[in-house]
């Protein structure tokens, strides 16, 4: 047969409209609202072989770099400050912990709407006790406080906040080498921002006070990223800054990225799946951050018997 005609000719078509890919990185697929779009996509579309599980897994498919982790604290620091190179650096996000009759549970970190001035008058009561530690503490955004460390830092193991958010606290305490320092360091910082008056005054407002922290995403900054993506949309910081190291464009999750190159691959970060045209790509790949992968082709469309469940 000619090699012209390998293909339906449906897929031919859309291979003549379109060569622009796009990959959407999805949270957990229970979590995710089967709105009739994405229904339609995962019963017309291919089951492909499962990932990793995790958002830091599928990151590191999309992004390239060396080193066996995500080095979150790092790149973070890299978007709010110009200094994260030549040092080792650890997330110390202001959290908010509930104590019942029986532990205290993690209920939130970071994003617990502190001010700019609360952020500040509280790292300022903590900065004597990291600083002396040898960890200096830089509170350069209301949400993400990060600790400087020197490149030779022998730390433990730092539960991510997905892991931890919900459960008790000492579930997920630092593990490993070099454990009790920083054990001992959540406990100081727990007894200071509890008594602290910036969290009296939240209390009092109704507002969850900042009365703990937690540490996490240590690391350095890679030297290089590499990535097969032209552009990039999303709102996570981490995700922004790989897309800066790896010299590309990064716009909001909600702006669709444009691309005057017809062959460009495009990564949508999305919480929910955007309702935009998906005649303009040659396939979607969609990424769940539980492990499942699916592909749908533009010519997909032509299944009429595989129906969406509903």
Not at 24 to 43: G, H, K, N, Q, T
Not at 229 to 245: E, G, N, W, Y
Request: hydrophobic content about 45%.
């Amino acid at each position: 047969m000619a090699s012209g005609f390998r293909h339906s000719l449906p897929e031919r078509r859309a291979k003549a409209l379109v060569e622009m890919r796009i990959t959407l990185l999805i949270p957990e697929i229970p979590r995710v609202d089967r709105a009739p779009l994405l229904s339609l996509w995962l019963a017309r579309g291919d089951r492909l072989a499962d990932g990793k599980p995790g958002r830091d897994a599928m990151l590191r498919e999309c992004f390239e770099f060396v080193g066996t982790s995500l080095p979150s604290a790092a790149l973070t620091r890299s978007l709010d400050a110009n200094d994260a190179r030549g040092a080792t650096w650890v997330r110390a996000d202001p959290a908010y912990v509930m104590v019942d009759a029986v532990t205290a549970r993690l209920m939130a970190i970071g994003a617990i709407g502190l001010s700019n001035d609360e952020s500040e008058e509280l790292a300022r009561a903590l900065r004597p006790v990291f600083g002396d530690a040898g960890f200096p503490l830089q509170a350069t955004h209301p949400d993400r406080w990060h600790l400087r460390c020197p490149a030779e830092a022998r730390l433990p193991k730092f539960a991510a906040p997905a892991d931890v958010l919900g459960d008790s606290l000492m579930r997920h305490l630092p593990s490993g080498e070099n454990e009790r320092p920083w054990r001992r360091l959540l406990n100081e910082a727990q007894v200071i921002l509890h008594n602290h008056p910036v969290n009296a005054r939240r209390v009092q407002r109704g507002q969850l006070p900042a009365n703990g922290l937690w540490f996490w995403g240590a690391g350095r900054l890679p030297e290089w990223v590499r990535t097969r993506f032209a552009r990039v949309a999303s709102d996570d910081p981490i995700v922004v800054a790989l897309a800066k190291l790896a010299k590309i464009p990064c716009v909001e999750s909600g702006a669709l990225p444009d691309s005057n190159d017809a062959n460009a691959d495009v990564l949508l970060d999305a919480a929910t799946v955007p309702e935009f045209n998906a005649r303009r790509f040659a396939h979607i790949d969609l990424m769940f951050a539980s492990g499942e992968r699916w592909r749908y082709k533009h010519w997909h469309r032509w299944r009429f018997w595989r129906r969406a469940r509903r």
